[in-house]
């Protein structure tokens, strides 16, 4: 196919194939004569661009020269990789002179163009040849049989390559070997060619058929082969390309005849051995195999002869030839359709008058047809055999699941004839495997969850932590698996307990001591100031107006002393009042703490405290509430332009075991795209997401959208690492998310294993006949087969009783059938009535908890759930299942609200976060919801005292649950029954002279809630009714002091004839004379009990 | 570490082409000069040939996959001027089309992404450019984008659907409005951009290599904000474009490397981070992405094994 064309009757020099863009230069021929007869001449420099659809050349220069040439080549001398226009042009003169002229100065338009000349030839230069090893060096052949070796770098004295051939004769050809630098071969019409070693300074060897009829006008060496070399014949009589081989040099090796007429010129492909041009008197352009003599392509050309002929050094499809009649075309040999070219300009033509109608004729204009015939001629096929330039020899393409598919085909060496060689045609699969670090610990990861080794594995992360922060995050998850993880986080947040606890302790020894010693005698002024008024308001029982007075006298501490004695409303209004005028720096802390009001603390506190504020919230908050308080510091936190502070929110929902919003504020803190820093985000996204399973009973397997791209982001890196079975596991499963279903579908399949029960829905997508039109995005997903596989993220609800249960097993009464507690009976479905009061108390939970099976198949992803294989399930051990071993915070109680503080001291933080009281939300079901109420509710703690009794409980506890299906709870029934005995055996049972201490305080408890009416009297007792385990907990342990245990029973005589206040008397003086860390669980209760009976009368 | 888990022996006899898995992973196609396409299953490091495909009368010079969305369907282009897909029909492959619509050998062939449905685009040494959309019951449209590259398409490869970013932008799912897009390199040393807005149009022309383009690999998309391509070419140079989608439409190049012979065939991993470049001299060489931006390179993989050198891939991650 034609490419461009240049009218011009020139020799043509193509750039060096270094030279980018390529330059095609011609020189005006000394042979022939253009039609107008000028003997101008001139040097021309044109530029092959492609991409200009047009058959023009652009011209780039033009020199006006006083030469015509015989020869032009253009040589890369000097010439460095990068340089846009550089080499040397060379030119055989007329007059026996070559001339090296510089392409760069002639397309810059200089004047002095010209390097060197020199004319040391007798007569036309008609031979010129490069060097392609020395480039510097130049081969020359003239009349006379004179042939000289140039050097460009000493360009004025030429060598010799040996003694002139005898009889003098033409030199019309002359080549350089392709393959050994020191070898040239000339050869001149007479036919005969010589064969030059310029190491030996003499010919090796001379060619001839002795013919006399091989006129030579081509000779071209190998390009591979170094003993090879054809010769062209322009002779009619012999119209004939010879294939010599020196080692055979008797008879040529092959003769290729398919030219009719002369051969005018010939040009060996350097860019495939395959191909050789050559043009001859019968018009003709072929391409042949001169291995074979096949003619691979004829050039579609006019009837002109063709006097020269070049391949372009740069692109080995394209070749310029110069014909007679005045041109020179530029030809690919790739075939191809001139199509294109007409329907461009068509294009554009109609594109300018536009397609609608240009005239107004009120027709638009038909579409342009281009004639058929054209059409016909247009096509140029390609040449019969495919280049070896296209012909990709090596391949390498990554597959899914990291893994590479890799060819090669070893280089044939190209002997005579380049016959296949047996070879092995071998394909390579093979897994790529960049991110040792990252499998590394995601390994460990895995088996963090698998062994379940939470605490060791957060240990080893706090261990390794490099930052204070990432210190910090690893040791707030790791409390989370651990006893007490409130309290512990305010360890982490900087407020040791035990320090504040001694803090409290010596206030409260100075009050103890202060206490006794009030009592003398005092007078009852009546006197008419406040005194006196105050006097008469409490005489009279009047205890508003006596608070009144005393906050009008600026007296709180009276006023408040007063109104709790006159009950809460009065006490809760005194609060506020105070409150109103207190002015101190802490107030609106206590305002908050007194007033539960957390979310004020929470919203308003100056960001620069939130560790105070998370510990306020640690230390108070109700369960119910805690997440959101915890979620609401750390929004604030996230919001705040600090990007410190933004950091540190990632604490806050840990503490609230908030996955979603960890994902969200780690990401933006965090460049997730890489591995490594996914893999962090990913370790404790999986660490917390156990945790909030393993304390929150919540159902952690419902995945958020944020999550669910960087877990899916994160399977498909462990699936580019190789790791498919790793990435099905930490692949969210519950999602109908396309994406996310599609990547699981891939990952089975990759495993190779034929999915179990793939047969009917075989791949996620509807399987598509195309319909008309566009098709839109896949559809049919959701038919999607539920893929089992090993998986962290459970199908199946966590079963309310495993997590409820431990925590309200009645511990106090160890023989108690664990049959006779609802939650134990019923398994899981439905959920104990306990559960469902606290679950309906908090509205948190109330969304998350699995309240009954219907709720939990809304979850699921509409499509039946298909029976599983019986064996196919392997779960690793289900973490989703596992007994609670710590405390659970939706039973979490606030501590006793503050109603008196000076005679309930705040004690021991820890045994207020310790101590759980039925608080507000009790009252509304706990009556009807525990036929027992007087059975110690919830009992966390003595789980929390043999935490190793659980971890130690049997897999057996743990295991069958996994293959429990949601709508089987009777296995795990089973379960609870079989391990309820190894349970109780922990607790020992309160010796017996102690026994009716617990009786006869449940007792005076119960009597109380059977008077109280007001629910808050009656939260109170119930709180009491759960503190007072400690006790029981101690005289089981028998760890009290005699004195301590003595005083105990004093009190329970004195209960016994309802003779409170000396109970109460009692009291104070074990307080004041025991050690305080001894008695500070359950004796301030102790005396709230008292005090209510006393108030009550029961 | 690069290590073979899987050697085929295709029994070709000719050169191999091409070489590409499936979706899955677990069949293998090949192609080569000896005028056959074959498939393998290769699961669990076996090789089972499921097909031995006759109907190429030259050398089959690639060979894609189709989503299986569409069944089991498989794309050959050959130096005999056809594209032919093939099609499992109760487990047996059979010609299902064959486009002849080429004046010169077909060089590249790649199914659109399977948001978009059954499209295939193949560039020819014809420097057309045809894209053959299925139309339902056996029926192909053609459209074809003449003169793309003048003396020959060597290379086709399509924008993945996702609008990058749209990961993070629309996580509800809403389809943003894909435009359809490809990218070919060919014998005018170029790479263009074809769009689709209405009709099949040149968007953009990408200059930097000096002599052929070889091939060019559109990265997948990883829901970052910008697009990639890698490009090979004649003059031994890799390079890697990317556009910042939502600034602007401006493609720069950054050289990978300059190898010292052609480069023929680049792939990206699916995760878009890891390239491979397969040259002259049989040279398989993977690079990635360092921190700071550079490209390095992490293994050379000789005959399927390699070593992976681990300073790239440990990049400092640990400050929060």
Redesign the interface.
């Known amino acids: 196919?034609k490419?461009k064309e240049v009218d011009r009757t020139a020799m043509q020099a193509w750039s060096p194939a270094q030279n980018?863009?390529i330059y095609l230069a011609t020189g005006t021929s000394a042979q022939q004569l253009d039609a107008t007869f000028s003997t101008n001449a001139s040097l021309e420099i044109f530029e092959l661009d492609?991409?200009d659809?047009s058959l023009d050349m652009k011209s780039c220069a033009t020199f006006s020269s006083s030469h015509r040439y015989h020869k032009l080549i253009w040589g890369p001398y000097k010439m460095d990789s990068k340089g846009d226009v550089s080499g040397v042009l060379i030119a055989g003169g007329e007059n026996g002179n070559i001339i090296l002229y510089d392409p760069s100065k002639i397309i810059a338009g200089d004047k002095e163009v010209v390097i060197a000349q020199n004319d040391k030839h007798t007569g036309p230069v008609r031979a010129l040849d490069v060097n392609i090893f020395q480039t510097n060096l130049v081969a020359s052949g003239a009349n006379e049989s004179e042939i000289y070796i140039w050097d460009l770098n000493n360009f004025a004295t030429p060598m010799t390559p040996g003694a002139k051939t005898q009889p003098p004769e033409d030199i019309s050809c002359i080549a350089w070997n392709r393959q050994v630098q020191h070898i040239l071969a000339s050869a001149s019409p007479s036919g005969r060619a010589t064969v030059w070693d310029l190491r030996k300074n003499e010919p090796i060897i001379k060619v001839s058929d002795h013919s006399n009829r091989m006129h030579c006008s081509g000779l071209a060496w190998h390009p591979d082969v170094a003993t090879q070399m054809v010769l062209a014949s322009e002779d009619d009589r012999l119209p004939v390309i010879q294939m010599w081989d020196l080692r055979f040099a008797s008879s040529p090796l092959r003769v290729l005849e398919n030219h009719a007429r002369g051969i005018l010129a010939i040009a060996w492909s350097m860019a495939d051995p395959e191909l050789l041009l050559s043009c001859g008197k019968d018009a003709k352009i072929l391409c042949s195999n001169p291995n074979t003599g096949e003619v691979l392509y004829e050039l579609p050309t006019n009837t002109q002869w063709c006097f020269d002929i070049q391949w372009c050094p740069?692109?080995p499809?394209?070749l310029s030839a110069a014909s007679f009649d005045g041109r020179i075309s530029v030809y690919?040999i790739?075939?191809?359709?001139t199509?294109?070219?007409r329907?461009?300009q068509v294009d554009k033509l109609s594109s300018s008058f536009g397609n609608l109608d240009p005239f107004g004729t009120g027709q638009p204009l038909p579409p342009l047809q281009i004639p058929q015939q054209t059409a016909q001629h247009s096509?140029?096929?390609?040449l019969k055999k495919?280049p070896k330039?296209?012909?990709?020899?090596?391949?390498?393409?990554?597959?899914?699941?990291?893994?590479?598919?890799?060819?090669?085909?070893?280089?044939m060496p190209s002997h005579q004839g380049a016959e296949?060689q047996q070879q092995?045609?071998?394909?390579?699969?093979?897994?790529?495997?960049?991110?040792?670090?990252f499998l590394s610990r995601s390994d460990q990861l895995q088996q963090a969850v698998q062994s379940q080794g939470f605490i060791n594995y957060c240990q080893k992360k706090i261990d390794a932590s490099?930052?204070e922060?990432?210190k910090n995050v690893w040791s707030f998850l790791k409390v989370n698996f651990e006893d007490d993880s409130r309290g512990k986080y305010l360890e982490l947040l900087g407020y040791r307990k035990e320090d504040l606890g001694k803090k409290h302790i010596k206030e409260e020894k100075e009050e103890s001591e202060f206490l006794p010693s009030s009592g003398g005698t005092f007078n009852i002024s009546v006197s008419g100031d406040i005194d006196g008024l105050i006097t008469q308001a409490l005489l009279t029982g009047n205890f508003e107006s006596a608070v009144d007075l005393c906050l009008h006298d600026n007296r709180m501490a009276d006023a408040i002393i007063l109104a709790i004695a006159g009950g809460q409303e009065l006490l809760a209004r005194t609060q506020k009042k105070y409150f109103a005028k207190s002015q101190s720096k802490i107030t609106r802390l206590i305002t908050a703490v007194v007033m539960k009001n957390w979310k004020e603390i929470v919203e308003s506190c100056d960001l620069k405290n939130w560790r105070e504020a998370l510990a306020a919230v640690l230390t108070y908050a109700k369960p119910d509430e805690f997440s959101a308080l915890c979620d609401l510091l750390g929004t604030r936190l996230e919001n705040e332009g600090d990007s410190l502070l933004q950091?540190q929110a990632c604490l806050c929902y840990i503490c609230a075991g908030n996955v979603e919003k960890l994902v969200a504020c780690w990401t933006k803190?965090?460049d997730g795209?890489?591995p490594?820093?996914l893999q962090?985000l990913i370790e404790k996204v999986v660490i917390l997401r156990k945790a909030v399973q393993l304390t929150q009973a919540m159902d952690t397997s419902t995945v958020g959208?944020?999550l669910a791209?960087k877990m899916s982001?994160y399977a498909?890196?462990l699936?580019?690492q190789g790791s498919i079975a790793a990435a099905l596991a930490f692949l969210p499963d519950n999602t109908n998310?396309?994406n996310i279903m599609q990547l699981r579908d891939?990952l089975c399949?990759?495993q190779?294993e034929p999915v179990a029960g793939h047969e009917s829905p075989k791949?996620p997508?509807?399987?598509?006949?195309?319909?008309?039109?566009?098709?839109g995005?896949?559809a049919g997903h959701h038919q999607m087969p539920r893929v089992q596989t090993q998986q962290y993220y459970p199908h199946v609800r966590i079963a309310p009783t495993v997590t409820t249960w431990s925590n309200k097993t009645p511990t106090a009464l160890p023989s108690h059938p664990p049959a006779a507690s609802p939650s134990d009976t019923q398994g899981e479905n439905p959920p104990p009535p306990g559960f469902i009061m606290h679950g309906n108390v908090n509205p948190n939970a109330a969304g998350q908890l699995p309240t009954s099976p219907g709720h939990m198949h809304t979850q699921v992803p509409p499509y039946p759930q298909p029976q599983r294989p019986q064996n196919g399930w392997n779960d690793p051990p289900a973490l989703n299942r596992v007994p609670k071993k710590k405390k659970m915070p939706e039973n979490f109680m606030p501590p006793v609200p503050i109603t008196s503080p000076i005679m309930n001291p705040l004690g021991d933080p820890q045994s207020q976060m310790l101590q759980q009281q039925p608080s507000a939300p009790v009252p509304l079901s706990s009556q009807s919801s525990f036929p027992q109420p007087h059975l110690p509710g919830g009992q966390p703690f003595h789980g929390v005292q043999q935490p190793l009794g659980q971890t130690g409980m049997p897999p057996s506890f743990s295991k069958p649950n996994i293959e429990g299906a949601p709508g089987a709870p009777i296995g795990n029934t089973f379960q609870h029954v079989q391990s309820l005995p190894t349970k109780k055996i922990t607790k020992k049972p309160i010796p017996d002279e102690h026994l009716i201490l617990k009786t006869t305080f449940e007792d005076l408890i119960q009597r109380c809630l059977s008077s109280a009416t007001d629910p808050q009297t009656k939260r109170k007792l119930d709180d009491a009714s759960k503190r007072l385990e400690f006790l029981y907990d101690k005289l089981r342990e028998q760890t009290l002091s005699p004195t301590i245990t003595s005083g105990l029973h004093n009190i329970a005589r004195s209960i016994e004839t309802r003779n409170y206040s000396e109970g109460l008397t009692m009291h104070t003086h074990i307080v004041s004379t025991s050690n305080f860390s001894e008695t500070s669980a359950f004796m301030p209760v102790l005396k709230v009990v008292l005090t209510q009976a006393n108030k009550l009368g029961v | 570490m690069v290590s073979v888990i899987n050697t085929v022996d295709t029994s070709h006899e000719d050169m191999i082409h091409d070489a590409q898995m499936d979706y899955y992973g677990t069949r293998l196609a090949t192609c080569s000069s000896d005028r056959s396409v074959k498939i393998f299953d290769v699961r669990n490091g076996g090789q089972i040939l499921i097909a031995d495909l006759r109907g190429h009368e030259g050398p089959v010079w690639q060979v894609a996959w189709a989503h299986p969305m569409y069944g089991n369907i498989l794309a050959s282009c050959s130096y005999d001027r056809k594209v032919i897909i093939w099609r499992e029909e109760n487990g047996t492959w059979e010609k299902s089309h064959e486009h002849a619509g080429h004046d010169s050998s077909v060089n590249s062939v790649c199914w659109a992404p399977h948001d978009y449905g059954l499209i295939l685009a193949c560039g020819s040494s014809d420097g057309a450019i045809s894209l053959l959309t299925y139309t339902g019951e056996g029926q192909w449209e053609v459209k074809k984008i003449n003169n793309a590259h003048t003396i020959g398409c060597n290379a086709v490869s399509w924008a993945p659907a996702v609008v990058p970013g749209s990961l993070i932008d629309h996580p509800s799912g809403q389809k943003p409005n894909y435009i359809k897009r490809f990218a070919s390199g060919g014998c005018d040393n170029l790479i263009k951009l074809e769009e689709e807005d209405g009709q099949w149009k040149e968007e953009q022309k990408l200059e930097a290599h000096s002599d052929w383009v070889r091939d060019v690999a559109w990265a997948p998309s990883i829901g970052l904000p910008t697009s990639t391509i890698a490009s090979c070419s004649q003059d031994g140079r890799v390079f890697i474009w990317t556009c910042d989608d939502a600034s602007s439409n401006t493609w720069s190049p950054k050289l990978l490397h300059k190898f010292n012979d052609v480069v023929w065939h680049v792939s990206w991993s699916i995760t878009a981070n890891i390239l491979a470049v397969s040259g002259g001299d049989n040279k398989v060489t993977l690079w990635k992405e360092s921190v700071d931006g550079q490209w390095v390179c992490i293994s050379d993989v000789n005959k399927g094994q390699g070593s992976v050198s681990a300073s790239v891939t440990e990049g400092q991650q640990n400050e929060q």
């Open positions: 196919m490419l980018h863009p492609l991409s659809p740069r692109n499809a394209v690919s790739m075939g191809g359709s199509d294109g070219l329907q461009k096509i140029v096929l390609p495919p330039w296209i012909r990709r020899p090596v391949g390498a393409s990554f597959s899914f699941g990291g893994k590479l598919v890799t060819f090669e085909n070893v280089r296949q092995q045609h071998h394909v390579f699969i093979s897994q790529v495997v960049t991110e040792k670090e490099q930052t922060f990432e950091t803190a965090q795209s890489h490594l820093s962090d959208v944020l791209a982001q498909n890196l699936a580019a998310q396309p891939r399949r990759a190779g791949i997508y509807e399987k598509q006949q195309l319909p008309k039109g566009r098709p995005p896949v």
